[in-house]
């Protein structure tokens, strides 16, 4: 239900084709309710020449039966039009003959409750004003208080029409939605949340009148990008905001530049994220599978239909790549041409201005757009990059991976521990310097050690609402239950590093191979085919003891190079099997 708070903003004429912005006409999203029409529909051909002779853009005439011999194979099936059904279905769009393959939840309900126990007295509170925004499931209006606290403030109101609200999933984003903001606000970069109500034809949400226009129409006004250090303080407030929402468990799900409002036309205006209307809650072990957002933001893990926060990086990165250069990291005339650059093109860094630009910008950009979900960086843990660290004094938050890390690193055997404690001791300054502040965060003792007892108590320190509804508490309460003992700083270091990220990094190879000759001189030792299966939690099956035997020297019976890579993975018999 996209809330729109700005109305569109047409392109300078001296961008050129190739470097379009989001807001233009070509703008493709996959969800309906954000109120962007795209320019060519979702059904039609690309209005690109097509590379094959009898397709539609190519002649007026189609033969019934395409040349046996071509050049080239026909191009993979779109996901876009099964993408496109799913979001159909899901706020009630479909034509009434229109043939689907319904899903269970998905089905539209007779006699729908649209009663969201919401106060009933709007119009005595509130007076509307006139319209700053519309989407295609509502509209969002400047207002004035009428009464109490907020008699005389000025405030944005999003009314929800009720008829619009077709399907149960419909309902429940509304109702999501005003849960989210409600136990949400107070972030200094987050729309503020005052009230909302309800009558018999709509449901209005009082927030913040942030009057400072989009994040896309200043993009547009400076030509089309920042300077790096005008980007550096954009992304160091959106992260801000994203760390803290993923924490207690809120993805976003539809991060873009019309989603972030400056709340006065002041230089130097705050930053506020806003729409949380396709937001939902997330436990850190369980991953979501509706697919929603808008198309050049989405992230390729959400078309796979399996995805957490780590989305939500992905959307940080493209607008970080447009920040910085003034064009989309991927761009199509149709949204399966964008799906497919999604899934498998990558970003080009080599024309301009990338080669001018700072080694660190760079580097930040690439390790939020990395296709593996797993090596992305967090938003805390992008706050502490070297491109942005020393250039604000935002608070770094604590860290919902640390505390998964943290638990796998308890769960291992001591071989791996000795493992990943050779890794930790290669790590540079800045991720070390991350590593002390989320230590730091737990609370250690005046000993310097941390108990399960710390990362239970650090997360009450900050809970709301929202991580009580998204059961990260219940996640938090697990891994303050192991009994692991105690954890120093450079043990907590250890536990505390993903390996998947440092893959990522382009010096990967050099932190692996340093680990391992540490690992030769302090932790390897002479170990058994029959002794490393059940600390891999392998099964003792023939096949894959033929495979383990890669693992171990025949020289001296120690882990190779090979067995000390897959060793750190922890790999399991489940990941084996998969392979």
Request: hydrophobic fraction near 35%; aromatic fraction near 8%; charged fraction near 25%.
């Amino acid at each position: 239900m996209g809330l729109c708070h700005g109305k569109p903003v047409e392109p300078p004429q001296n961008l050129s084709e190739t470097s379009v912005l989001p807001g233009d006409n070509n703008d493709s999203t996959l969800n309906s309710f954000t109120g962007k029409t795209p320019k060519f529909s979702f059904y039609s051909p690309s209005p690109l020449p097509s590379a094959f002779k009898n397709s539609p853009a190519h002649s007026t005439s189609v033969p019934s039966t395409p040349l046996r011999f071509l050049k080239r194979p026909f191009p993979p099936p779109s996901p876009a039009k099964h993408i496109k059904a799913l979001l159909a279905r899901r706020h009630g769009s479909l034509k009434p003959n229109e043939p689907t393959i319904p899903e269970a939840s998905e089905c539209e309900i007779i006699g729908l409750d649209k009663n969201f126990g919401l106060l009933k007295n709007f119009n005595s509170h509130y007076g509307l004003e006139d319209e700053v925004g519309r989407g295609h499931f509502g509209y969002t209006c400047a207002a004035k208080g009428k009464k109490g606290n907020m008699k005389g403030q000025d405030v944005a109101v999003k009314v929800i029409p009720k008829s619009k609200m077709t399907t149960a999933i419909a309902i429940e984003d509304v109702r999501r939605e005003v849960k989210i903001l409600r136990a949400l606000t107070g972030h200094k970069n987050l729309v503020q949340f005052y009230d909302a109500f309800e009558d018999e034809e709509n449901v209005y949400v009082v927030m913040e009148l942030c009057e400072g226009g989009e994040l896309l129409d200043k993009i547009l006004a400076r030509g089309g990008k920042y300077s790096e250090e005008d980007a550096k303080m954009v992304m160091v407030q959106i992260l801000s905001v994203v760390a803290y929402c993923h924490l207690q468990g809120v993805v976003h799900r539809d991060l873009k530049p019309e989603n972030f409002l400056f709340t006065s036309n002041d230089e130097h205006s705050t930053l506020k994220a806003i729409d949380f209307g396709l937001s939902d809650y997330v436990k850190p072990d369980e991953r979501l599978n509706d697919i929603v957002g808008s198309a050049y933001y989405v992230a390729p893990e959400v078309l796979h239909r399996s995805y957490g926060t780590e989305a939500d990086m992905w959307s940080i990165g493209v607008i970080a790549y447009i920040l910085l250069c003034g064009s989309r990291p991927f761009w199509s005339r149709t949204e399966s041409g964008i799906f497919r650059d999604v899934l498998k093109a990558d970003p080009s860094f080599d024309e301009d201005p990338w080669p001018s630009l700072s080694s660190n910008a760079v580097d930040f950009v690439k390790r939020l757009l990395n296709k593996d979900y797993r090596k992305r960086l967090t938003a805390a843990q992008a706050l502490c990059h070297p491109w942005l660290a020393g250039n604000h004094t935002m608070k770094i938050p604590l860290d919902m991976i640390v505390y998964k890390l943290v638990k796998a690193y308890t769960c291992s055997s001591s071989l791996r521990k000795a493992a990943l404690r050779a890794l930790a001791r290669t790590l540079s300054v800045p991720q070390l310097t991350y590593l002390r502040e989320q230590f730091q965060l737990l609370g250690p003792s005046k000993s310097g050690f941390i108990y399960p007892q710390n990362f239970k108590t650090a997360m009450s320190k900050i809970s709301t609402d929202a991580m009580k509804d998204s059961r990260v508490q219940d996640y938090v309460n697990m891994v303050s239950s192991l009994q692991f003992g105690k954890l120093d700083l450079e043990e907590f270091c250890a536990a505390a590093t993903s390996v998947h990220q440092l893959e990522g990094m382009e010096t990967w190879e050099q932190h692996a191979r340093l680990a391992y000759e540490l690992f030769e001189k302090d932790g390897n030792r002479p170990i058994k085919i029959e002794e490393l299966a059940p600390e891999l939690g392998l099964s003792p099956s023939v096949p894959v003891h033929v495979v383990l035997q890669d693992w171990i020297r025949h020289s001296d019976g120690k882990l190779s190079f090979l067995g000390f890579i897959r060793l750190l993975h922890g790999v399991s018999s489940r990941a084996y099997h998969k392979a």
